[in-house]
Nanobody, 124 residues
Framework: QVQLVESGGGLVQAGDSLRLSCEVS????????MSWFRQAPGEERKFVAG????????YYSDSVKGRFTISRDNARMTVLLEMNSLKPEDTATYYC?????????????????WGQGTQVTVSS
């Protein structure tokens, strides 16, 4: 069993930065690829960024590429999402998700575990 707890969300202005953190407990963290998804009201949950289990490759949606950076610390069992140049359209609940696999996939239905989410609100 794996538990994920997200933190770091908040209310910011357009152009600001935030850092989201995902603390993971359980076994075999290094066996999981990790991703961040987000869900705005009335919309489906969408892939934002992902990192392979070994941390050697990262993937981003086109909407955040160049602004967001995902990283992981396997020793501390944490995943970070650095978000820069935030836009109002980044407003959503952000979820950390774990997949028992080396590679990253972008379909939310494939993931094994997820946290409760953290709210990010960007005002214009």
């Amino acid at each position: 069993q794996v538990q994920l707890v997200e933190s770091g969300g908040g209310l910011v202005q357009a152009g600001d930065s935030l850092r989201l953190s995902c603390e993971v407990s359980g076994r075999s963290f290094i066996s999981y690829s990790m991703s961040w998804f987000r869900q705005a009201p009335g919309e489906e949950r969408k892939f934002v960024a992902g990192i392979t289990s070994t941390g050697d490759r990262t993937y981003y949606s086109d909407s955040v590429k160049g602004r967001f950076t995902i990283s992981r610390d396997n020793a501390r069992m944490t995943v970070l999402l650095e978000m820069n140049s935030l836009k109002p359209e980044d407003t959503a609940t952000y979820y950390c998700e774990a997949l028992y696999c080396v590679v990253v996939v972008t379909g939310v239905e494939d993931y094994d575990y997820w946290g409760q989410g953290t709210q990010v609100t960007v005002s214009s």
